[in-house]
Every structure is written in C-alpha cells, then in structure tokens.
C-alpha cells in the first residue's frame, strides 16, 4: 500500500459530499482510482486522490460539466502535471539539458491547454446562450404579469 493513502473510502465520501457508492462509479468510469488498499482489501486514498474528487465535485457543481467533460479535463490535467515534471527533469542544468525535448513539452502543453480552453468556451457559451434565453422569458413574463394587472 503507497505510504499515503490513509483515507478510507467513507472519508473520502464525506468528506467531498459524495456516497461512497458515488466514489465506486468515479472508479469504473476511470476517473479516480485508489492509491492503495488495506490488507483486508479496503480501498484506501491519499490526499491527491481526495483533492481529485474535490476538482471532479467542483467541475460538477460549480461549471456544470458532466462526467464524460470532466474525464477528458482530468486527463488533460494529469498529461499537463506529467508534462511539468518532465520539464523540470531535462531542464536541470546539471542532469544535461535537452532544448528541443522542452520545446516539444512545451507545445504538447500549449495544445492541450488551448483545447481546454476551446472546450471551456463551448461551456461558456452554451451557458450565455441559456441565460439569453431566461431573461427573454423572464422579460415575457413581465410584459404578461403587467398585461394581466390592467
């Protein structure tokens, strides 16, 4: 078992206000995987799993994006942390540094930080588009409520 998965699968739950069985089907789907299990086979989560359930929460709740969305940005996320610890490595002076491997780092990161943001921006557009909508209605039902007081 990794030396930092201390968190039981209750813990987790609660503490991202999910079911626990919530937390199974983040599993199946491949979008958060335990980092270790108990000698009885408990699945047990470290705090980068935990802070992976709280992103997968806030993508959720706070941008409204579905689990499918958010699979495509948790992988872009984890390439984009590959990517930087790659860099750190070869750009160490002292390891001998390889300029066209970071050049290459950089345009993956660059690419799939642009397609985020694309992604983000249909998101984002989707929801003006839905909030254009509201306030047409909402102007509707104005002019009607002020129609039905004469």
Not at 103 to 123: F, G, P
Request: hydrophobic residues 40%; negative net charge.
């Amino acid at each position: 078992m990794a030396e930092d998965a201390r968190y039981r699968i209750g813990e987790v739950a609660e503490a991202a206000g999910v079911s626990t069985r919530t937390l199974r089907y983040y599993e199946e789907l491949g979008l958060v995987s335990p980092s270790g299990y108990s000698p009885g086979g408990a699945r047990r989560y470290s705090d980068a799993d935990l802070a992976r359930v709280l992103r997968i929460r806030e993508l959720q709740e706070l941008v409204g994006f579905n689990l499918d969305e958010i699979k495509t940005i948790v992988a872009a996320e984890s390439r984009l942390e590959e990517l930087r610890t790659e860099f750190a490595v070869i750009s160490n002076v002292e390891a001998g540094r390889s300029p066209q491997r970071e050049q290459e780092l950089v345009a993956e990161a660059i690419e799939i930080n642009d397609r985020l943001r694309e992604e983000m921006q249909a998101k984002l557009s989707r929801l003006e588009t839905f909030l254009a909508d509201l306030d047409a209605r909402a102007a509707l039902y104005r002019r009607r409520a002020k129609q039905a007081k004469r």
